[in-house]
């Protein structure tokens, strides 16, 4: 045969077989397609399992789920904002935080939104304001402006809007807005006050507080006592530190009764306070619950007989007893005698305080109620019981008391 012929029949029969072969491969790709199988690639590793396994119904319907289900992002919502703002200059407002420091002397303008707005300041504002304070109404809005401030200015502005709706008012969280404003004074770390001793009841049972306050934030205050000459430790606790109010002591007692004053230093300057005068009262808990008690509830004519009332109460509590009896409508002074003793109730140390009221020679006029209030700072306890007197039968003596 031709060499040439030859070649040309081995040409078509390996284009015959490649073309099989193609054809073969494409058969084997749909296949796999429809049985939902994914070719290997050369180097990947095929996960466990045979060839051609169904997945578990229960992945198929989590994966349908999940292809139904929309994702929902929940956002926070924004906080409401405040309806105070600051007046920087015509057009420009600034939101105000829970603090704001000025200069004193300088300007400030205050702006609150709504249609009945109402202001609160500084007590020294609100007294002494007058000429520099202006505050002006506009239908949507209320305008605050302070000229030549002055540290004295210094505390908290705050504002309020009513929401009117057919002359019904009512006021709510989201109408509300308030700063603390401080109007530096070189000359003056202490909000300025009349007075150069102030007298504080140091109750036992409350909070006090020593309203020391100062016109600087920066400003670094001390406690200090006068007599004897020394600085009062604040442990947080027991006293505490606010740049707004000044110091509170939560837990009072009588060792720290006398001369207090607050000590202000800023930059090299230092400015001692008003001196605060405490007085130590051991105040009750509350209002005195008194007993009564008669030696007898019925008694004769012509024998003595008396009546006891008696109060449990902290120790050193101050009380005070009052009789009502009927003899007082004959004229009959009253013979008393008061007294005080320590006492231990349940573990707890108190005191009992009694007083006794003596009838002598009992009367037909000494019959009826016998009535004890007693007082204390917190208030008046009451207690009452009754006394009959009766006459004694012919023929018997009375009996000795």
Not at 28 to 57: F, M
Not at 107 to 120: F, I, N, P
Not at 284 to 292: A, G, R
Request: proline share 7%.
């Amino acid at each position: 045969m031709d060499p040439r012929a030859l070649c040309f029949l081995s040409c078509c029969l390996l284009v015959c077989v490649i073309s099989a072969e193609i054809q073969e491969r494409g058969r084997t790709l749909k296949a796999q397609k429809k049985r939902g199988l994914k070719t290997a690639r050369p180097g990947e590793v095929k996960p466990s399992g045979a060839p051609g396994q169904r997945k578990p119904k229960s992945d198929r319907s989590q994966k349908s789920l999940q292809k139904k289900t929309p994702l929902v992002v929940v956002t926070p919502s924004p906080p409401a904002s405040s309806i105070l703002t600051q007046v920087l200059g015509r057009g420009h407002f600034q939101k105000v935080g829970d603090s704001l420091t000025l200069r004193a002397g300088e300007t400030l303008e205050l702006r609150c939104l709504g249609k009945a707005v109402h202001w609160k300041l500084p007590v020294y504002l609100e007294e002494e304001g007058e000429g520099r304070l202006r505050i002006k109404h506009f239908s949507q809005h209320s305008r605050l402006q302070l000229v030549n401030s002055t540290g004295a200015d210094t505390g908290e502005y705050s504002c309020w809007a009513q929401h009117c709706q057919d002359a019904q008012c009512s006021e709510g969280e989201d109408r509300q807005g308030k700063t603390f404003i401080f109007f530096t004074d070189p000359e003056e770390l202490f909000v300025p006050t009349e007075n150069y001793y102030e007298v504080i009841q140091l109750r036992s049972n409350q909070a006090v507080l020593l309203p020391c306050q100062v016109t600087n934030p920066l400003a670094q205050v001390t406690l200090h006592r006068e007599f004897p000459p020394e600085e009062v430790p604040v442990d947080g606790t027991d006293i505490s530190f606010d740049v707004k109010k000044g110091f509170t002591i939560h837990r009072p007692r009588a060792s720290l009764a006398g001369s207090l004053f607050c000590l202000a230093s800023l930059g090299g300057m230092r400015q001692i306070s008003t001196k605060y005068m405490l007085i130590y009262i051991n105040y009750p808990s509350s209002s005195p619950k008194p007993t009564i008690q008669a030696s007898a509830t019925s008694v004769q004519l012509g024998e003595n007989f008396n009546v006891t009332c008696t109060v449990l109460s902290e120790p050193e509590v101050a009380v005070d007893f009052r009789w009502e009896y009927p003899g007082q409508k004959l004229g009959r002074p009253p013979y008393i005698s008061e007294w005080t003793n320590v006492v231990r109730q349940r573990g707890q140390v108190q005191q009992e305080a009694g007083s006794t009221l003596y009838v002598a020679e009992a009367r037909a006029g000494d019959a009826g109620a016998y009535i004890c209030r007693v007082t204390n700072l917190q208030g008046t306890g009451t207690a009452i019981t009754r006394v009959r007197v009766t006459r004694i039968p012919r023929g018997v003596s009375p009996t000795p008391s």
